[in-house]
């Protein structure tokens, strides 16, 4: 798939609050001349496209920053909450929960573990945003740079290394400690031992399908980006390495995981 289709495909099936904030890979396409002289001829017309070329790209930069800055805020505060409302649970009915409590905390433990795994999804489909929007950055310098014989790629690639919309590290350890949480309170890996020995397994029930939806659509593109072919080189993105983790692991290969 060319990647303007991937790219309206993944703005498609994102959150709608999210669409705006992705790459104008079109408008950018749309202002690279078809033809034009080298560059190197220093001529005025030249100047002016490159100015409005690189204008538009650091408006771009900008947007992504903004936007990655406060979602990465907003779920630092997010993570924050529910690791309390886990350890307020502990705290009142216990890790198991009790006999005289048993419905009040099952319905307490489904709220949490909806609320976890909608939060690990939009997670993982922040980590995707970030991916898609480095990779049209670097496929349309590219595509200027051979159009037009300029040499945008290779510093533009460099800044781009530096910007916090990139610099996914706070996510990834985020996005372990709650599947650490996920493995602790979905018994995946006990549903695995149960399959060996014959034994029917459960279905984990997760209401609000179109957050797992939308992280599964985004986990394959991560990958289709991030694996390793005959073209990979200097820009492209390292082979995607996810955690070794139960949930993530059903996460990815036809997870048992029912949607309601």
């Not at 001349?33 to 070329?53: A, H, Q, R, W, Y």
């Not at 694996?227 to 048992?256: A, C, E, M, N, V």
Request: glycine share 6%.
């Amino acid at each position: 798939m060319k990647f303007g289709k991937r790219l309206k495909q993944q703005i498609r099936e994102t959150f709608p609050d999210w669409r705006d904030k992705f790459l104008s890979y079109k408008n950018l396409k749309q202002i690279i001349p078809s033809s034009l002289p080298s560059l190197s001829d220093g001529s005025i017309e030249c100047g002016k496209s490159e100015e409005e070329f690189v204008c538009l790209l650091k408006c771009e930069i900008e947007k992504f920053n903004a936007f990655f800055m406060e979602q990465e805020e907003d779920f630092i505060i997010r993570n924050k909450e529910l690791q309390q409302r886990l350890s307020k649970m502990i705290e009142k009915w216990g890790p198991i929960g009790d006999q005289e409590s048993e419905t009040d905390y099952k319905d307490e433990m489904a709220r949490i573990r909806k609320d976890i795994v909608d939060f690990h999804g939009e997670m993982v489909l922040l980590m995707n945003y970030s991916n898609i929007n480095y990779t049209g950055l670097a496929k349309i310098l590219k595509k200027y740079d051979k159009r037009t014989g300029g040499l945008l790629r290779l510093p533009f690639i460099q800044m781009i290394l530096e910007q916090p919309f990139f610099i996914t590290d706070p996510i990834s350890k985020l996005i372990k400690e709650c599947e650490s949480s996920i493995d602790a309170m979905f018994p995946v890996a006990a549903s695995k031992k149960k399959r060996k020995r014959g034994e029917e397994e459960e279905a984990i029930v997760v209401t609000g399908g179109v957050v797992f939806r939308n992280t599964v659509a985004a986990l394959q593109t991560m990958q289709e980006l991030r694996k390793g072919s005959s073209t990979y080189g200097h820009f492209s993105l390292p082979p995607l390495k996810l955690p070794d983790s139960d949930f993530f692991s059903s996460f990815q290969l036809h997870s048992p995981i029912a949607i309601i």
